[in-house]
């Protein structure tokens, strides 16, 4: 078998699933399976320079089909960005067979949601007090803020954003996310 | 329909009608209209009775501004009738009313108006004895408040919510706002538009230049970065420009670089005997009746003319056709307006009962069914004052004027003093009658105001609480100037030096939706959260978590002894995942939980797992778990399910710190785990399959082994809390699925049985294992839970060593112990007292009938003195009964600890 998310079939939130939306408007996906891996602590730094394009603290890089987000000084992570990840699983296992740092495990205790779509800005203001404009939060810009009520990582992707939190969280999450989004569609 | 011809009316849309009840009578309005508007315009004026005589009264502003304009809509009490669309078939009533509006029986009470004077409630209502206030009078003035009525069947109202920024808020959307705000927006600012209006434009929009208004809001539209909200007050102004927008049904959270505050200014009402009968009007509240709703105000006017306003509002009610009967001016000037009489004076009173039918100048009647006031206004000083504006008076323009330094806010408009004209002050000797109102909420005359000053309250804030004047719902807005105006008179001061008492936020009504948090309830699930209600658990929250309580359905004591012996007879599988688990690795990490924790970590074996006692530095145990050593540089540790967040935090405060090379994470929510316990718990593991050994010799007690079970990477730890045989696993809570089919599958042959927490507590307290918080408190020491053992003497540092060492000193007059009770005895509740002589001692804090023992078993803080084992203490059980317990050894289940050993 393989792994289950909250919010597949069988997962913990998959009673769920019908929360998410695929409008015009606004959309809500689930990417929490995608493929990715990250490493925390010492040696974090130095094990990614040799291979990515590495960012400043709260930035992220893009290019060949990952994203490298550096959430702190000794704290990055790469995201794929397609649901195959085949730039992950190679890094994956350059780690495991020669570990240096330590595995941050966002893999498995961060869920991960995608909110796009023009009106994904309006819906977003619903759920976090960050600023979201474009001018304070740029598309290299990562947010570690409160979103849906949760600690939560905010990146902008297209005319929308990515979110990953707490797992456990995630009926909760998409619970206020869907509802952010009703009211949207409700009061403008 | 008295309703004037267009372009009066613009913001009527005359094609169609509303039909709604006021006190059971049908009326119709437009849309665009506001509930005051459209009574008005079928000659209704009066909207409710006063507070204190139940005076009738009526909308004097059309601008929210008064507080006699609060109706009943439906179940909604306190409606603005001058600020509330008028929607159809609404059902409106009036307030404070007892029979009817027309016919209140309580307006008798304003003839005995002399008999309660300023003050009167503070010593009244205190006799005739002691208790007469809760006893007499709370129940009368309960029955008596008029304030509207709740109704309990009010439907819900969904109040959305949000955070916005912008560069630059406008607050107001008159000409200084707009101007302001395509300013701005021109310098290529982000920028919101506030007003509360239902359109922009301001006092504009209620003159005859209103044509000018399209105009703006053109450019205002065809502005991309300003952002309006119509329908908008803005309720508080607080640090660094922290905005509260609220509509009746959205509260807007607006953080803005600059502000700029264009809220304009307030018309003041004018004192005389019956200033507060309908048909007096500001001339801002005329202006608006005839050009925003297309109301004629009356047929024949009165127009007091302090404020030259006056004039060009006389000329305006002469053009719409009402006749102006006379401008009456304190200090007429040299050419009265062509055809209209200027009588020299003030106005001394209205005439009428429940409208006006005249005014009183210098001793002369004039009839009119209008009397419009000019009488001067004030800034809106509310939100300035909020911002750390200063008050003062200008003695020429008869207008308070702030004065404000704080970086980022700005005034604008008649807040800065634009557009103000000479307004004489005016007399302000209490008519013989009284009836001169000063604060129209509380039914305050001018003789109150005095008295209150006469009583001692010479400083406005007592003024205010003596006499409550500015408490109302219209918070001093018409009551403010003339009140600084009669106590500087009465005390010798200028306006100026007594200035207004603190503007508070809000600045006007919000309604509860908007205040009230929305229901979140945190919900955190495990991965198996369907896996356990397939297999029919009743689900509790924990904390945030919900856990499986019990499986099963049917006699619950039934179904949790089943569970118990299952573990004590077979083997059972508990759900463990939301027990907190944390990473500490680096090449510090041993060091980090020597100093973090009270037992010894750096000489920990790799393999071996160790107790983890965590106190805080007053000594006190704040946390337990273990520390399974994978390696030289890392350990998995475990913490409470409730604690974890807390010693995470506690862990990064430490790290930071002391800047070990050491880094934490988190895994709580990331792995899941599962205890296997009981005498056959070694069948159901031997059975997985995987590359750990788990015989007895391979993997002892207190030990961790990692490796691959079913397929899954794990973390296996012989640890246990229920007293049996028991093998910990944890994996990545993606494979948990996985891991548990792989567990159920191999414990089917010994009878493997899933059960709950209910179980699980009772199993541990069979065993006398403690749980933190549960039977500790915010004082607790390890000495006190017998707990000297896992406390390093070597170390030289640990958190709450320290305070340890002087607590030791000190010493301790309680002590945790185990309790057993007779099989029959009735069993006392947590928290019930230890009573020793009488006097409490400690208390109980976890308790359970064993449904192995056959009796009741407690854990319980006794006087130390007692704590041997075999002695008595006596509890007094909820029933008030006493009960007593017999102190046992640490444990009540096994106590040599050898089915754990097995």
């Known amino acids: ?188 | 329909m008295s309703r004037l011809p267009p372009p009066y009316g613009s913001r009527i849309d005359r094609s169609r009608s509303l039909a709604f009840t006021f006190e059971g009578r049908r009326f119709e309005g437009h849309p665009g209209d506001t509930i005051a508007s459209a009574l008005a315009a079928n000659g209704q004026w009066m909207l409710s009775r006063s507070f204190k005589y139940h005076r009738p009264r009526g909308a004097m502003s059309f601008a929210g501004t008064d507080a006699n304009t609060l109706v009943q809509v439906g179940p909604e009490p306190n409606v603005a009738a001058d600020l509330t669309p008028l929607e159809d078939g609404m059902e409106i009533a009036a307030q404070n009313v007892n029979g009817s509006l027309a016919r209140d029986r309580d307006a008798v009470i304003g003839r005995f108006a002399r008999f309660l004077p300023v003050g009167f409630y503070y010593r009244t209502f205190m006799g005739p004895t002691k208790d007469a206030w809760l006893k007499l009078w709370e129940p009368r003035i309960r029955a008596k408040a008029g304030l509207g009525v709740i109704g309990a069947d009010a439907p819900d109202i969904a109040v959305d919510k949000a955070t916005w920024h912008a560069d630059v808020a406008v607050i107001g959307g008159g000409p200084a706002g707009i101007a302001a705000a395509l300013e701005a927006a021109r310098a290529g600012s982000d920028v919101v538009l506030i007003d509360d209006q239902p359109a922009l434009g301001g006092h504009l929009a209620y003159t005859p230049e209103a044509g000018a208004v399209g105009e703006l809001v053109a450019e205002v539209d065809g502005a991309a970065d300003i952002r309006v909200l119509t329908d908008t007050i803005c309720t508080g102004l607080f640090e660094d420009n922290w905005l509260a927008l609220a509509r009746r049904d959205r509260l807007i959270r607006l953080r803005a670089a600059e502000v700029v505050l264009a809220t304009g200014c307030i018309e003041q009402p004018a004192i005389f005997h019956q200033n507060d009968l309908p048909g007096v009007l500001t001339a801002g509240g005329v202006r608006r009746l005839m050009h925003l709703y297309g109301v004629a105000p009356g047929r024949r006017a009165v127009v007091y003319a302090a404020d030259p306003e006056g004039y060009r509002v006389a000329e305006e009610l002469r053009a719409a056709g009402v006749e102006v009967a006379a401008i009456v001016d304190p200090a007429p000037g040299a050419a009265a307006p062509e055809g209209m009489r200027v009588v020299a004076g003030h106005i001394a009173a209205a005439r009428g009962v429940s409208h006006v039918t005249g005014v009183e100048v210098g001793g002369e009647g004039i009839a009119c069914d209008t009397l419009v006031v000019a009488a001067g206004e004030v800034p809106a000083w509310q939100l300035p004052a909020q911002a750390g504006a200063k008050l003062g008076y200008d003695d020429a323009t008869g207008r308070f004027v702030l004065d404000l330094e704080t970086p980022g806010v700005r005034l604008a408009g008649g807040l800065a003093g634009e557009g103000a004209t000479p307004v004489g002050a005016p007399p302000m000797a209490p008519h013989p009658k009284g009836k001169d109102f000063i604060d129209f909420d509380e039914d305050l005359q001018v003789k109150d105001i005095l008295n209150a000053v006469k009583e001692g309250y010479s400083e406005l804030e007592l003024v205010k609480r003596f006499s409550t004047v500015g408490m109302g719902p219209s918070q001093g807005r018409h009551s403010a100037l003339a009140t600084a105006r009669l106590v500087a008179g009465a005390t010798g001061r200028s306006v100026g030096e007594i200035g207004v008492t603190t503007a508070r936020p809000p600045t006007a009504p919000e309604t509860l939706g908007a205040l009230a948090g929305p229901h979140h309830v945190a919900e955190r699930r495990t991965a198996l959260h369907r896996e356990h209600l397939r297999l029919g658990a009743e689900m509790r929250p924990v904390g945030a978590w919900w856990r499986p309580y019990l499986y099963g359905s049917g006699d619950r004591s039934a179904l949790i002894e089943a569970e118990v012996r299952a573990v004590r007879d077979g083997v059972g599988v508990l759900d463990v995942s939301t027990l907190g688990t944390l990473e500490v690795r680096g090449p510090d990490a041993s060091a980090f939980l020597d100093r973090l924790y009270t037992m010894a970590h750096a000489t920990q074996p790799v393999g071996k797992v160790r107790y983890c006692l965590m106190l805080n530095e007053m000594g006190t145990v704040i946390d337990d778990g273990v520390a399974y050593r994978l390696a030289e540089d890392r350990f998995y540790v475990t913490a409470t399910t409730g604690a974890v967040p807390r010693v995470y935090a506690d862990m990064a405060f430490w790290n930071a710190q002391w800047r070990l090379d050491v880094d934490v994470v988190n895994l709580t929510a990331g792995f899941a785990g599962f205890n296997i316990t009981g005498p056959f718990a070694r069948d159901v593991v031997a059975a997985l399959d995987g590359d750990i050994d788990f015989s007895a010799e391979a993997f002892p007690y207190l030990t961790g082994r990692s490796g691959q079970v079913a397929g899954v990477p794990v973390h296996a730890m012989r640890i246990g809390f229920t007293g049996e045989l028991s093998f910990e696993l944890h994996c990545p809570a993606s494979r948990a699925g996985d891991l548990w089919a792989a567990i159920l599958a191999a414990g089917e042959p010994v009878g493997l049985k899933p059960y709950g927490l209910e179980a699980s507590r009772i199993l541990r307290l069979e065993k006398g294992h403690i749980l933190i918080g549960q039977d500790t408190d915010a004082l607790t020491s390890p000495e006190e839970l017998g707990f000297g053992w896992a406390v390093s003497k070597k170390k030289p540092f640990f958190v709450g060593k320290r305070a340890l060492e002087m607590r030791r000193r000190l010493g301790s007059t309680r002590k945790l112990a185990a309790l057993t009770f007779a099989p029959d005895a009735e069993l006392p509740g947590e928290s019930c007292l230890v009573l020793r002589s009488g006097a409490p001692v400690g208390h109980v804090t976890s308790v359970a009938h064993s449904p192995t023992l056959g009796h009741g078993i407690a854990l319980a803080f006794i006087h130390a003195e007692d704590a041997e084992e075999g002695r008595r203490v006596a509890i007094r059980a909820r029933s008030g009964r006493m009960v007593e317990g017999t102190v046992v050894g640490h444990a009540f289940y096994d106590p040599q600890n050898e089915r754990q050993m097995l």
Do not use: C
């Open chain 1, 1 to 188: 078998m393989s792994a289950v998310y909250p919010l597949s079939e069988a997962g913990a939130a998959g009673d769920l699933r019908d929360r998410l939306v695929a409008g015009a408007d606004v959309a809500l996906a689930d990417l929490t399976p995608w493929p990715r891996f990250g490493l925390k602590g010492a040696g974090a730094e130095a094990w990614f320079a040799d291979r990515v394009d590495l960012p400043e603290v709260n930035r992220v890089t893009e290019g060949a089909g990952l994203r490298v987000l550096r959430l702190g000084t000794r704290d990055i992570m790469v995201l794929s960005t397609d649901a195959e990840g085949s730039p992950v699983q190679p890094l994956r296992s350059a780690w495991e067979a020669a570990p240096q740092s330590y595995s941050s495990w966002r893999e498995e205790t961060w869920a991960w949601l995608r909110l796009t779509g023009p009106k994904a800005t309006a819906v977003a203001r619903r759920l976090t007090a960050f600023d979201l404009r474009a001018a304070a939060f740029g598309e290299s810009d990562i947010a570690q803020t409160r979103f849906a009520h949760q600690d939560g990582v905010l990146l902008r992707t297209g005319d929308g954003f990515d979110v990953l939190f707490d797992i456990a969280s995630t009926a909760k999450v998409v619970t206020d996310i869907r509802a952010a989004i009703d009211r949207e569609e409700v009061f403008g």
